[in-house]
């Protein structure tokens, strides 16, 4: 299937793989041919390995096995330098940039090419580079004073400063608004039509029909297809990266008894740089109910969820809690975690963040189902019995693959880190349950699992919040949705009867308006 | 897993293959291998210790061996060692809960001083009170000075973020000044110290016709209460947790800043009590030398037990009989006691290196290469 | 006319005491750059002195001959090869070994004050002197030789012109280091690796010999006054425990500086005119310590402030104190 290995092509791989650990397969026998000047899309879902196949690129990570070829020579990647001496370059999803630094400081950081340490001579070269493929720069801008889009720019020059012909774009769309995006891709084609091979991470199909000129799929770990774009479709794409055609088949049963539970009216929040995050926001969550919360990555999912978990101050705004025992309204703003517990509201809170937040890495599950209930009793020692059984329980009822409930959870997989996570939160007996990105990194079975335990809770009369990022999961399994645009409300929609593409307009609504501004 | 990946770790720009050395964090080390470890690591320490001193002294090794035993465990030397190791397991137990809480606070020496300070203040001045009030008051009073000295740099850090082992480390100077501030103006002829013709009033008991039996007894229950405090206790779970993930314990509810405060306040207070037992069970006296260093040795036994009060026994242990050994060692030879300070760093070294051994995973590639082609040659 | 002599003088003796702390401060800076916290600098600085004593030593005491130059290269060496064995044991620790950058800095102090202290009392014993102190009058004489014309220059000549060459030296190694941080390719990488060393990494920066070096030549320059505070201010003489805690006071300057070199020029002869400023003004001896107190209270002011004030170019270099592992980014 693949190509000899030639001088015509940019970049090829031959048997590459990887492993990490023992159990953890990342890269196996993996083939790829990137072309000069093309936009090569790498596609596949959360986990099959592309970051990992562009690290070994990039010589971040050593492939165990394989061979990596550059103009049809072979190459020896041992570090992100010896990229560069081949012109590789990588902008990673996560900036690597110093804060302190200016932008031009940033660019240059790293290189010795012998010459005299010129910085002004260094930002003028940095100004061509921005007329030359349309960014848009101060180059003596330091980096803390930023925005996103700002940031990734400068990585990008900073690949282009290097003379870099492979340039490796790690899911860079994931933070920008669709105008940021826009102006990305006309950079994107501008360097392709300057020679240069442009690798393509993402999940975002229209994307990639958007911008790519050929896709490669990977799935689980292996290279399944590569294909022209002009030839394929999102439903033969979505295929090969799934395997089959998966209908979700999420269950979703007709709310009963609903009644209004959480009601958030006027929520406005600035974050400490000083950046308006919540504009305005008001919606009404009720109970035995799914309510959905979609948007572009940052567009303030976390901030919502964080200021009604009382962890951070609002501008203005009130967020009420209709008690379930007496219909007493509750106040929560501006109360700190312990006191909204203390107030009797049983509101339960599932992390982006798992282990950086919702649970302690270091701390075996017995502690950590502590978490929220090692306070309770006048008695100055905690009581480890009760989390201890319910740690049997979690582990029991939930599957949790784990050598023992004494075990450290940043041992444990993704997924069963999540199902101790959920499973902690939703024993508490919560009348008001968020979650956000719940099935993030996790497989087809454990993603079940958890839609079912949100189903199961829905139906036991909570007030279910989910913030995700897969627009079929929110339709299937939400009763209504949230459309959040730039820390606003862009549109409440029925999820039954909501289309897709309904969403992914409003999502993208407010044109013109950066939300990093 | 994470952890699980094997980066090179050497850019290794000569080679152009494989990564000589890949390095990788342990998983999980088992108990046994750990101890091995420790152990191959004090065994080296002590030999290179033992070789330097037999190129100095030119003794021979036997002697030198019973000379550090004699010198740790001799007839008149063994109550020493009991104190010394009391003095400094205490402090090092009450700098464990802030370290525990990942505050570096290295600020042991001058929170046991400014106890010791303020001890030595009611003890010159509480004359006219019966014995049991003064006493009382000698402890009050470094308790809660040593607790002052540990809150100030704690609100700092709570609401500023200031670097606390920065902080921590000026105030022990402030301290050291303060009480030779407080020598020049408490005994006016200028001498180095003020002793016990000063510092009168107040006195603990000295227990079974023993100087130093209170002080141990004292440690010895500070050392099961931290463990229980530390393992058992709610204020122990929250160090742990805000120790762990800051955002977990704001998550949780916990305060963060009243934790980080209230924990350096006991750091501080149970290194003023050392302090009080300093000046007022042992040597009715005081200089700014009274601490000996041992708030910054203690940092280290702290961190060597890995945190944990039972181990804690062992590192002191360790440290006080061999720099006690040692101590013998310069005496009888006649060399510098100094000599015993460089002993203590040689094995210092050895144990903090080691740690690497316990934590991480090296692999040499080059076995594994020629074992992998090896197994090639085989199949063909 | 006598209060300018006398303020004159003062500042004289200030730059004098203030040296050393410049050495040292100047070292820590560059050390701390690269986000190594090297709390061992006291006793590097400790090492760096008797290193210089003992090549001292053995050249007035073992070879006829004087040669002024010899007198002045044998300990600026053999110090300079002590503080950098040193600092080789604290690198290798937390840059090749990962330890705990306090821990280890702490042993290192405690060893390099014991090694200092016990070579400096056997150098004593060889002499067989009944002073319990060592004088290397003619290696102090060669450091202490100032410019011919400084005396014809009055008091203008003595401010400037009236110390041996080391107070020169720490001057333009400051300004140096100062330059380097500032304005070189070699200074931008080692404050990324300072800043953020997974970043510096990224960019393809040899972040453990950045590492390396800097805690190294930081060392290196810290030991020299060691070297200076003995063989130039003590006129040769060691004696134990001489240079008392004035590496933790070059600490002190590197916060009060902000991690400037430049700054901490002015720092060090600021905390060195506050130690011996009780000679000049007419306070009781018994304030002196409270005098000497003065450095610490102001120093963990600017730490105060620079943290409250959050002005990220003042803050401490962010990867202070922590070591990097490639594979924990």
Same mark, same amino acid.
């Given at each position: 299937?693949?190509?000899?290995?030639?001088?015509?092509?940019?970049?090829?791989?031959?048997?590459?793989?990887?492993?990490?650990?023992?159990?953890?397969?990342?890269?196996?026998?993996?083939?790829?041919?990137?072309?000069?000047?093309?936009?090569?899309?790498?596609?596949?879902?959360?986990?099959?390995?592309?970051?990992?196949?562009?690290?070994?690129?990039?010589?971040?990570?050593?492939?165990?096995?394989?061979?990596?070829?550059?103009?049809?020579?072979?190459?020896?990647?041992?570090?992100?330098?010896?990229?560069?001496?081949?012109?590789?370059?990588?902008?990673?999803?996560?900036?690597?940039?110093?804060?302190?630094?200016?932008?031009?400081?940033?660019?240059?950081?790293?290189?010795?090419?012998?010459?005299?340490?010129?910085?002004?001579?260094?930002?003028?070269?940095?100004?061509?580079?921005?007329?030359?493929?349309?960014?848009?720069?101060?180059?003596?801008?330091?980096?803390?004073?930023?925005?996103?889009?700002?940031?990734?720019?400068?990585?990008?020059?900073?690949?282009?400063?290097?003379?870099?012909?492979?340039?490796?774009?790690?899911?860079?769309?994931?933070?920008?608004?669709?105008?940021?995006?826009?102006?990305?891709?006309?950079?994107?084609?501008?360097?392709?039509?300057?020679?240069?091979?442009?690798?393509?991470?993402?999940?975002?199909?229209?994307?990639?029909?958007?911008?790519?000129?050929?896709?490669?799929?990977?799935?689980?770990?292996?290279?399944?297809?590569?294909?022209?774009?002009?030839?394929?479709?999102?439903?033969?794409?979505?295929?090969?990266?799934?395997?089959?055609?998966?209908?979700?088949?999420?269950?979703?049963?007709?709310?009963?008894?609903?009644?209004?539970?959480?009601?958030?009216?006027?929520?406005?929040?600035?974050?400490?740089?000083?950046?308006?995050?919540?504009?305005?926001?008001?919606?009404?969550?009720?109970?035995?109910?799914?309510?959905?919360?979609?948007? &572009?990555?940052? =567009?303030?999912?976390?901030?919502?969820?964080? @200021?009604?978990?009382?962890? *951070?101050? +609002?501008?203005? #705004? $009130?967020?009420?809690?209709?008690?379930?025992?007496?219909?007493?309204?509750?106040?929560?703003?501006?109360?700190?975690?312990?006191?909204?517990?203390?107030?009797?509201?049983?509101?339960?809170?599932?992390?982006?963040?798992?282990?950086?937040?919702?649970?302690?890495?270091?701390?075996?599950?017995?502690?950590?189902?502590?978490?929220?209930?090692?306070?309770?009793?006048?008695?100055?020692?905690?009581?480890?019995?009760?989390?201890?059984?319910?740690?049997?329980? &979690?582990?029991? =009822?939930?599957?949790?693959?784990?050598?023992? @409930?004494?075990?450290?959870? *940043?041992? +444990?997989?993704? #997924? $069963?880190?999540?199902?101790?996570?959920?499973?902690?939160?939703?024993?508490?007996?919560?009348?008001?349950?968020?979650?956000?990105?719940?099935?993030?990194?996790?497989?087809?079975?454990?993603?079940?699992?958890?839609?079912?335990?949100?189903?199961?809770?829905?139906?036991?009369?909570?007030?279910?919040?989910?913030?995700?990022?897969?627009?079929?999961?929110?339709?299937?399994?939400?009763?209504?949705?949230?459309?959040?645009?730039?820390?606003?409300?862009?549109? &409440?929609?029925?999820?039954?009867?909501?289309?897709?593409?309904?969403?992914?307009?409003?999502?993208?609504?407010?044109?013109?308006?950066?939300?990093?501004? | 897993?994470?952890?699980?990946?094997?980066?090179?770790?050497?850019?290794?720009?000569?080679?152009?293959?494989?990564?000589?050395?890949?390095?990788?964090?342990?998983?999980?080390?088992?108990?046994?291998?750990?101890?091995?470890?420790?152990?191959?690591?004090?065994?080296?320490?002590?030999?290179?210790?033992?070789?330097?001193?037999?190129?100095?002294?030119?003794?021979?090794?036997?002697?030198?061996?019973?000379?550090?035993?004699?010198?740790?465990?001799?007839?008149?030397?063994?109550?020493?060692?009991?104190?010394?190791?009391?003095?400094?397991?205490?402090?090092?137990?009450?700098?464990?809960?802030?370290?525990?809480?990942?505050?570096?606070?290295?600020?042991?020496?001058?929170?046991?001083?400014?106890?010791?300070?303020?001890?030595?203040?009611?003890?010159?001045?509480?004359?006219?009170?019966?014995?049991?009030?003064?006493?009382?008051?000698?402890?009050?009073?470094?308790?809660?000075?040593?607790?002052?000295?540990?809150?100030?740099?704690?609100?700092?850090?709570?609401?500023?973020?200031?670097?606390?082992?920065?902080?921590?480390?000026?105030?022990?100077?402030?301290?050291?000044?303060?009480?030779?501030?407080?020598?020049?103006?408490?005994?006016?002829?200028?001498?180095?110290?003020?002793?016990?013709?000063?510092?009168?009033?107040?006195?603990?008991?000295?227990?079974?016709?023993?100087?130093?039996?209170?002080?141990?007894?004292?440690?010895?229950?500070?050392?099961?209460?931290?463990?229980?405090?530390?393992?058992?206790?709610?204020?122990?779970?929250?160090?742990?947790?805000?120790?762990?993930?800051?955002?977990?314990?704001?998550?949780?509810?916990?305060?963060?800043?009243?934790?980080?405060?209230?924990?350096?306040?006991?750091?501080?207070?149970?290194?003023?009590?050392?302090?009080?037992?300093?000046?007022?069970?042992?040597?009715?006296?005081?200089?700014?030398?009274?601490?000996?260093?041992?708030?910054?040795?203690?940092?280290?036994?702290?961190?060597?037990?890995?945190?944990?009060?039972?181990?804690?026994?062992?590192?002191?242990?360790?440290?006080?009989?061999?720099?006690?050994?040692?101590?013998?060692?310069?005496?009888?030879?006649?060399?510098?006691?100094?000599?015993?300070?460089?002993?203590?760093?040689?094995?210092?070294?050895?144990?903090?290196?080691?740690?690497?051994?316990?934590?991480?995973?090296?692999?040499?590639?080059?076995?594994?290469?020629?074992?992998?082609?090896?197994?090639?040659?085989?199949?063909? | 006319?006598?209060?300018?002599?006398?303020?004159?003088?003062?500042?004289?003796?200030?730059?004098?005491?203030?040296?050393?702390?410049?050495?040292?401060?100047?070292?820590?800076?560059?050390?701390?750059?690269?986000?190594?916290?090297?709390?061992?600098?006291?006793?590097?600085?400790?090492?760096?002195?008797?290193?210089?004593?003992?090549?001292?030593?053995?050249?007035?005491?073992?070879?006829?001959?004087?040669?002024?130059?010899?007198?002045?290269?044998?300990?600026?060496?053999?110090?300079?090869?002590?503080?950098?064995?040193?600092?080789?044991?604290?690198?290798?620790?937390?840059?090749?070994?990962?330890?705990?950058?306090?821990?280890?800095?702490?042993?290192?102090?405690?060893?390099?004050?014991?090694?200092?202290?016990?070579?400096?009392?056997?150098?004593?014993?060889?002499?067989?002197?009944?002073?319990?102190?060592?004088?290397?009058?003619?290696?102090?004489?060669?450091?202490?030789?100032?410019?011919?014309?400084?005396?014809?220059?009055?008091?203008?000549?003595?401010?400037?012109?009236?110390?041996?060459?080391?107070?020169?030296?720490?001057?333009?190694?400051?300004?140096?280091?100062?330059?380097?941080?500032?304005?070189?390719?070699?200074?931008?990488?080692?404050?990324?690796?300072?800043?953020?060393?997974?970043?510096?990494?990224?960019?393809?920066?040899?972040?453990?010999?950045?590492?390396?070096?800097?805690?190294?030549?930081?060392?290196?320059?810290?030991?020299?006054?060691?070297?200076?505070?003995?063989?130039?201010?003590?006129?040769?003489?060691?004696?134990?425990?001489?240079?008392?805690?004035?590496?933790?006071?070059?600490?002190?300057?590197?916060?009060?500086?902000?991690?400037?070199?430049?700054?901490?020029?002015?720092?060090?002869?600021?905390?060195?005119?506050?130690?011996?400023?009780?000679?000049?003004?007419?306070?009781?001896?018994?304030?002196?310590?409270?005098?000497?107190?003065?450095?610490?209270?102001?120093?963990?002011?600017?730490?105060?402030?620079?943290?409250?004030?959050?002005?990220?170019?003042?803050?401490?270099?962010?990867?202070?104190?922590?070591?990097?592992?490639?594979?924990?980014?």
């Amino acid at each position: 299937m693949s190509e000899t290995v030639s001088e015509k092509y940019a970049l090829q791989l031959r048997n590459v793989t990887k492993a990490f650990g023992t159990k953890v397969i990342a890269n196996k026998n993996v083939d790829l041919d990137v072309r000069y000047g093309e936009v090569l899309a790498i596609l596949g879902e959360n986990g099959s390995g592309k970051t990992t196949l562009m690290n070994m690129i990039a010589g971040i990570y050593h492939p165990d096995a394989g061979e990596i070829y550059v103009n049809g020579e072979k190459a020896s990647i041992n570090s992100p330098k010896d990229a560069f001496n081949y012109k590789i370059g990588m902008v990673h999803q996560h900036f690597k940039l110093v804060d302190l630094f200016t932008a031009t400081e940033n660019i240059i950081l790293g290189i010795n090419d012998g010459n005299k340490y010129d910085l002004a001579k260094a930002e003028e070269e940095v100004k061509n580079i921005s007329g030359k493929y349309g960014f848009v720069i101060n180059p003596k801008k330091k980096i803390y004073e930023m925005s996103v889009s700002e940031k990734q720019t400068v990585e990008i020059i900073k690949v282009l400063y290097r003379g870099a012909d492979i340039l490796i774009l790690d899911e860079p769309t994931a933070v920008l608004t669709p105008q940021e995006t826009d102006k990305l891709f006309d950079v994107i084609r501008n360097m392709r039509n300057d020679g240069k091979s442009i690798l393509i991470i993402t999940h975002k199909l229209h994307e990639v029909l958007a911008i790519s000129d050929r896709v490669t799929v990977l799935r689980k770990g292996e290279h399944i297809a590569t294909v022209d774009t002009a030839k394929t479709s999102e439903i033969e794409l979505t295929e090969m990266m799934v395997g089959k055609r998966v209908s979700l088949n999420i269950g979703r049963s007709e709310p009963k008894d609903t009644c209004d539970r959480l009601i958030v009216s006027g929520m406005n929040m600035t974050n400490p740089d000083g950046v308006k995050v919540l504009k305005d926001i008001s919606f009404t969550a009720k109970a035995g109910e799914i309510l959905g919360i979609a948007g &572009i990555a940052g =567009s303030g999912q976390r901030e919502l969820l964080e @200021a009604i978990a009382g962890l *951070r101050p +609002l501008d203005s #705004g $009130n967020i009420t809690y209709i008690d379930p025992s007496n219909s007493e309204n509750v106040e929560l703003r501006s109360k700190s975690p312990m006191q909204i517990r203390e107030l009797g509201v049983r509101l339960s809170f599932v992390p982006e963040d798992r282990l950086g937040m919702g649970l302690v890495g270091n701390m075996d599950i017995i502690d950590n189902m502590m978490l929220r209930t090692y306070k309770k009793g006048l008695s100055v020692f905690v009581d480890r019995q009760p989390p201890r059984q319910l740690a049997e329980e &979690i582990i029991e =009822s939930l599957e949790v693959v784990t050598p023992s @409930a004494q075990t450290p959870v *940043r041992r +444990l997989s993704g #997924g $069963n880190v999540q199902k101790v996570l959920v499973g902690r939160e939703i024993a508490s007996a919560p009348s008001v349950l968020m979650v956000a990105y719940p099935v993030r990194g996790l497989d087809i079975n454990s993603s079940y699992t958890i839609y079912n335990l949100l189903n199961a809770q829905k139906e036991n009369g909570v007030a279910v919040i989910y913030v995700g990022e897969d627009l079929d999961v929110l339709l299937e399994l939400c009763d209504r949705i949230i459309v959040l645009c730039a820390g606003a409300v862009s549109g &409440i929609l029925d999820g039954r009867t909501a289309k897709k593409e309904e969403v992914g307009l409003l999502m993208t609504k407010v044109k013109g308006v950066s939300e990093n501004e | 897993m994470n952890k699980e990946i094997a980066a090179s770790e050497k850019a290794n720009a000569h080679s152009k293959s494989a990564p000589f050395i890949t390095i990788t964090k342990r998983d999980a080390s088992s108990l046994k291998r750990n101890i091995v470890v420790r152990i191959i690591a004090i065994a080296a320490a002590l030999v290179v210790s033992a070789l330097l001193t037999l190129f100095i002294t030119g003794e021979n090794p036997i002697k030198l061996f019973s000379t550090v035993i004699e010198g740790a465990f001799g007839q008149f030397r063994i109550w020493g060692t009991a104190q010394s190791v009391a003095m400094l397991l205490g402090i090092a137990l009450a700098l464990t809960p802030a370290f525990k809480m990942k505050f570096w606070n290295t600020g042991g020496e001058g929170q046991v001083l400014i106890g010791a300070l303020a001890s030595a203040l009611v003890m010159m001045t509480a004359g006219g009170l019966p014995h049991w009030l003064a006493s009382i008051l000698v402890i009050l009073a470094g308790v809660l000075a040593g607790a002052i000295w540990g809150i100030i740099p704690a609100i700092f850090k709570a609401y500023w973020k200031t670097n606390e082992t920065l902080f921590t480390l000026m105030m022990n100077y402030v301290a050291i000044q303060l009480i030779k501030y407080f020598l020049k103006v408490a005994d006016g002829s200028g001498s180095s110290t003020v002793g016990p013709s000063l510092l009168l009033y107040g006195r603990l008991p000295v227990l079974f016709n023993q100087q130093y039996m209170l002080n141990i007894i004292v440690v010895a229950a500070m050392t099961i209460m931290m463990y229980i405090y530390l393992k058992i206790s709610k204020h122990g779970y929250e160090i742990s947790v805000v120790g762990e993930s800051e955002n977990t314990a704001k998550y949780i509810g916990i305060n963060v800043k009243k934790v980080v405060i209230r924990t350096m306040a006991l750091s501080g207070a149970l290194c003023g009590l050392i302090g009080v037992l300093l000046v007022g069970a042992t040597s009715y006296s005081i200089d700014p030398n009274l601490a000996g260093g041992n708030g910054f040795t203690a940092i280290m036994v702290s961190w060597l037990a890995k945190f944990n009060p039972i181990i804690m026994i062992f590192t002191t242990l360790l440290i006080v009989v061999l720099s006690r050994g040692a101590e013998n060692v310069s005496m009888t030879l006649g060399l510098n006691k100094s000599f015993s300070d460089i002993l203590t760093g040689i094995i210092l070294f050895f144990i903090i290196g080691c740690e690497f051994f316990i934590n991480y995973q090296i692999h040499f590639n080059i076995g594994k290469k020629r074992k992998e082609e090896a197994e090639d040659n085989g199949n063909n | 006319m006598a209060i300018i002599e006398q303020i004159v003088e003062l500042l004289v003796r200030a730059v004098m005491q203030g040296t050393p702390l410049l050495f040292g401060s100047t070292g820590e800076i560059l050390t701390e750059k690269s986000g190594n916290l090297n709390l061992g600098i006291p006793g590097i600085m400790y090492i760096g002195a008797i290193s210089g004593v003992i090549g001292g030593f053995f050249y007035q005491n073992y070879t006829s001959s004087y040669n002024m130059i010899l007198a002045i290269i044998i300990p600026l060496l053999s110090s300079l090869a002590g503080s950098l064995l040193a600092s080789l044991i604290y690198g290798f620790l937390t840059i090749t070994l990962r330890a705990n950058q306090n821990v280890t800095g702490l042993a290192l102090t405690t060893f390099g004050v014991g090694l200092g202290n016990f070579f400096g009392g056997s150098l004593i014993k060889i002499t067989k002197s009944d002073t319990p102190f060592l004088a290397l009058s003619k290696i102090s004489a060669a450091y202490r030789t100032t410019l011919p014309f400084a005396n014809k220059l009055g008091l203008f000549g003595q401010l400037f012109f009236s110390y041996g060459f080391m107070v020169y030296l720490a001057v333009v190694i400051a300004l140096i280091v100062s330059f380097v941080l500032k304005r070189t390719r070699v200074g931008l990488q080692l404050r990324a690796v300072g800043e953020s060393p997974a970043t510096a990494d990224a960019a393809g920066v040899n972040v453990n010999k950045y590492k390396y070096f800097a805690t190294c030549i930081g060392g290196m320059i810290a030991g020299l006054g060691g070297l200076y505070y003995i063989l130039d201010y003590s006129k040769g003489i060691w004696a134990n425990d001489a240079f008392g805690d004035r590496g933790w006071l070059a600490i002190a300057i590197v916060i009060f500086a902000i991690w400037r070199p430049n700054v901490s020029i002015l720092g060090s002869y600021l905390f060195g005119g506050l130690y011996i400023l009780f000679n000049y003004v007419s306070v009781s001896m018994n304030l002196l310590p409270l005098m000497q107190m003065l450095p610490y209270v102001v120093t963990i002011i600017v730490l105060v402030i620079v943290s409250m004030r959050k002005k990220r170019e003042n803050l401490p270099p962010a990867s202070l104190g922590t070591n990097y592992f490639r594979e924990e980014r």
